[in-house]
């Protein structure tokens, strides 16, 4: 982590010495020495932060290091901050910025002299000369952890049988060239032990004339590898014994076994892939004879797993244990006798927490296993496990592993990563909120051709596919849109970032008094004097979680004024009912939320606030923006709108009055919800927008239509928008989008339509449709039924006709399916191939509807049926044993009616 924080310092460093050489009059040639001598260090970083660990001295170093580069970062931040002020004419004016240049000039000099220092000591202690690669400790650890997996006994494994049974048949069944399979999972989630159990059988032993197992690990050179299977072959009779291939070259060596393995059907598992680079020159020395011979490998890396085989379906993806087997395997770690009863519950929610992990739920049996069996004792355990996981011996080798995935990622995604020691335990947060902050935050390295926004979903996915980050919640289309992490890697950053400064929650730890907090999370009333005496002069991000008292959040904002370095501000659900007036002085301020909170006005000071990426305020009450957001030249999300779902009516979404001039903002990325009420020339503006990924209008006039379709056509990048009329009666006039942008994939139209804007049967990418009080005449399927790609489709009050015909072989990816308030439909025909791969079917208020649709019977892939104030003879006919229409829906797993008066 000292690694990313110099290479995040240097990014700013180089950004500071070309951009804002003004600042550094006079001391430009330190800051340059300075960022030098942390270049030269960084390469050594690099290979440090595994060791630091077990290394107390090294450990002492790197946090020198790691405290040098944020003073260097809070001297540039303040830098920034005195030259966004206003500049104020006069001689008290001059002089009084004549003494902060003067101060900020010594600052650097007393900085350079310690960096100098801290190279120097590097040398005088030796750490440059240590081995590359993770301390002695460190691989004893994992060697002892991997010496258990590979050797577990047959009665310690629970509820791997599916998973035994699918890969046996992989490795003995099937096609006769070579084929690799991968098996990807969490670290601890037992694929070593799996895979083992499997190679050893007599089954797939007897299947292959010669096989090896080979424990790869991070630090693999590929020389040994070749030399080790090589050994491994000679032992069962698969050529002679070389005396000099320790001496031969890579070439050398597969041209070897290349030669052994010819005309011989073996099997070859890889343990513990990391890297791509692997298999790209490991699979040269593995012959393909066409005799069945097969390859394994274990990895947690989706991406690496996928890279190593022909298909996807030769990926195997190990899942949690489900809780019936989670619960087993505690049960037999921590009990003789079975579970007592006063322990069932406190049991219950510990396996909870262990996600499913195998090790997690061994590792914690077997240390409450040699626990006195009482509720007070177990209960201690359970809410000490932070402290447990960083200090008991028995849990080391579970903290281990699941620290291996942390060093082995790049330096840019290591502060992403511990960024989820922000958000509370077990907190599923959005990814767009996410990496919202991480822009916030300065992590996302711009990549020519992205986006910060497309950086951000990068790095996220990296995380994902690490099988470090947890997705909670997909889209229709399968991209995540909440995610967290596993509890117990979440104990791991907790402590991680706590021992790094990276972040302070007074719920979970107490940062020593001299410790200068950075982020801190605020969760209760009784923090509140923690906070008074505590350094928080450079505080980057303040986040104040369930404030239930309005004195919290009034004690905060007293402080708020001093932290003038602050990036990032979230207020979400406070209980406020006006705009914080002390924010206007934040003016390195980046992130602000003020979501679902009471406020009604923003005030003209918002226009201070130029460094502003996102204001979030959404759910509250505010109708306007005043014309100072305009100076917000650097803002790319503004949200300002909020939903009434309680409302059934058209008008269920408010949105916000912009002033003229909005165009000037050209970095917005996405701006929701703009009142088209307020004049033409605010629709005329949104043209000026072009860099717009998502757009949401309301009270769109007829006359506003042209206007409006002339500016979404400017809108290249568009990926998603939103229009309604201004009430139900308010023609939507969208006829004249010509040429639409061509990256859409999600539409929201909102209002009655002449005819069926015929533009969106061109949107090849479009998966998601919704279409509501168009009332349409004609049967708007004939235009929608050819889309490639369209994944999601709700028709409400969309159409005024008795029936709906899905023709054969239409919708073809078509997984999502509404159908509510159509008060003319009688009837719903699905003929044979028609949306082969629907999976949810929602039918509401369709008071006209006689039967259920005819052919769903067809619907293979249908597994949930869910009707919503549906006459009560319609839903006997579906959901009553003897209803006419219960034979045709049997196959449908969930079939759930519900009514909203109840």
């Not at 966004?84 to 009084?96: D, L, N």
């Not at 000591?121 to 002892?144: K, M, P, Q, W």
């Not at 979440?490 to 020593?512: D, K, M, V």
């Not at 090849?764 to 050819?786: A, E, G, I, V």
């Amino acid at each position: 982590m000292a690694e990313s924080s110099v290479s995040f310092l240097i990014s700013k460093m180089d950004y500071v010495l070309t951009k804002e050489a003004r600042l550094l009059r006079g001391v430009r040639r330190e800051v340059q020495d300075i960022r030098d001598e942390l270049e030269s260090m960084r390469a050594f970083l690099r290979e440090a932060d595994a060791r630091e660990q077990r290394d107390l001295g090294l450990k002492s170093w790197i946090k020198q290091v790691r405290e040098v580069a944020f003073d260097v970062e809070d001297i540039l931040d303040e830098f920034e901050v005195r030259i966004a002020e206003p500049r104020k004419r006069g001689i008290a004016s001059f002089f009084k910025n004549l003494i902060t240049r003067h101060r900020i000039a010594n600052q650097i000099l007393d900085i350079k002299s310690r960096v100098r220092i801290i190279s120097e000591r590097r040398v005088n202690y030796g750490f440059g000369e240590t081995e590359h690669g993770s301390s002695g400790l460190f691989d004893a650890a994992i060697h002892h952890h991997r010496i258990g997996a590979l050797f577990m006994e047959e009665d310690e494994l629970v509820g791997v049988g599916d998973s035994r049974e699918t890969l046996s048949k992989w490795l003995t069944e099937g096609e006769v060239s070579r084929v690799t399979h991968s098996v990807v999972g969490m670290g601890g989630s037992g694929k070593t032990s799996i895979v083992k159990k499997v190679y050893d059988s007599k089954m797939v032993q007897a299947h292959f004339e010669c096989h090896a197992w080979i424990t790869v690990s991070q630090n693999f050179k590929i020389g040994d590898v070749l030399r080790s299977l090589i050994r491994q072959f000679n032992e069962q009779g698969i050529g002679g014994m070389d005396e000099e291939v320790e001496t031969f070259e890579v070439t050398k060596l597969i041209e070897m076994l290349r030669g052994r393995l010819r005309e011989k059907r073996y099997i070859v598992i890889f343990d513990d892939v990391w890297s791509f680079e692997f298999w790209e020159t490991i699979k040269y020395a593995l012959i393909d004879s066409r005799n069945g011979s097969r390859v394994m490998i274990t990895t947690r890396n989706s991406v690496v797993a996928s890279s190593c085989v022909e298909t996807l379906s030769d990926v195997y993806h190990l899942q949690p244990l489900p809780w019936k087997e989670a619960w087993f395997l505690f049960s037999k770690k921590a009990f003789e006798n079975g579970c007592p009863e006063e322990l069932k519950l406190l049991s219950e929610s510990i396996v909870q927490r262990c996600g499913g992990l195998p090790l997690a739920i061994v590792a914690i049996a077997g240390l409450l296993s040699v626990r006195p069996k009482t509720l007070i004792e177990w209960k201690k355990v359970e809410d000490s496990l932070g402290s447990e996981l960083e200090n008991n011996p028995g849990l080391q080798g579970m903290k281990d592993i699941l620290m291996l995935s942390y060093q082995d990622l790049p330096y840019y995604l290591k502060p992403c990563f511990l960024y989820f020691s922000v958000f509370p335990e077990d907190y599923s947060i959005k990814c767009m909120k996410l990496i919202r902050l991480w822009m916030a935050e300065g992590f996302l390295k711009s990549n020519q051709g992205l986006t910060m926004e497309e950086v951000g979903e990068d790095y996220l996915r990296e995380l994902i596919d690490r099988n470090m980050v947890q997705v909670t919640n997909v889209d229709v289309g399968g991209r995540a849109r909440r995610c967290q992490v596993h509890d117990f890697l979440h104990e791991i950053i907790l402590s991680r970032s706590a021992e790094e400064n990276f972040f302070a929650s007074f719920a979970e730890h107490t940062p020593q008094s001299n410790c200068k907090i950075r982020r801190l999370a605020i969760s209760n009333e009784t923090q509140n004097s923690m906070v008074k005496n505590s350094n928080l002069s450079q505080l980057r991000s303040l986040f104040i979680y369930k404030p239930n008292k309005s004195s919290t959040i009034m004690e905060a904002q007293a402080l708020i004024s001093s932290f003038r370095l602050l990036r990032i501000l979230d207020l979400k659900a406070a209980p406020i009912d006006r705009f914080p007036v002390e924010l206007a002085n934040l003016l390195n301020m980046r992130y602000l939320s003020l979501r679902n909170t009471r406020i009604k006005t923003v005030p003209k000071s918002i226009g201070r606030l130029k460094n502003l990426l996102t204001l979030d305020l959404k759910d509250t009450l505010i109708d306007h923006l005043p014309e100072e957001i305009l100076n917000l030249q650097q803002l790319r999300h503004l949200l300002v709108y909020r939903y009434d779902m309680s409302n059934t009516s058209f008008d269920y979404i408010f949105g916000v009055k912009v002033p003229d001039g909005i165009g000037i903002l050209k970095a917005l990325q996405k701006v929701c919800f703009v009142r088209a009420d307020r004049g033409k020339e605010v629709i005329k503006e949104l043209s000026n927008l072009t860099q717009l990924r998502r757009l949401g209008v309301i009270k769109v006039k007829k006359e506003d239509g042209v206007d409006l379709c002339s500016s979404i056509e400017k809108m290249h990048d568009l990926r998603a928008f939103s229009v309604s009329s201004r009430d139900e009666e308010e023609l939507l006039n969208l006829d004249s989008l010509f040429f639409p942008p061509p990256l859409l994939q999600c539409i929201y139209l909102d209002g009655p339509m002449e005819k069926f804007p015929l533009w969106l049967s061109s949107l090849h990418n479009l998966s998601s449709l919704h279409l509501k009080w168009s009332m349409f005449r004609d049967d708007p399927l004939q235009f929608l039924q050819d889309l490639p790609n369209l994944l999601q489709l709700e028709l409400h009050k969309a159409y005024e006709g008795t029936q709906l015909h899905f023709k054969p072989k239409r919708f073809p990816r078509l997984k999502k399916l509404y159908l509510t308030q159509l008060d003319s439909l009688n009837f719903v025909i699905i003929d044979q191939d028609a949306m082969a791969k629907l999976e949810k079917m929602y039918i509401g208020r369709c008071r006209g509807l006689l039967a259920a649709p005819s052919g769903i019977e067809e619907l293979s892939s249908l597994n949930g049926l869910y009707l919503y104030d549906m006459p009560e003879n319609f839903v006997k006919r579906v959901t009553s044993e003897d209803g006419k229409d219960r034979s045709r829906v049997e196959h449908i797993p969930t079939i759930r009616s519900y009514y909203s008066a109840n």
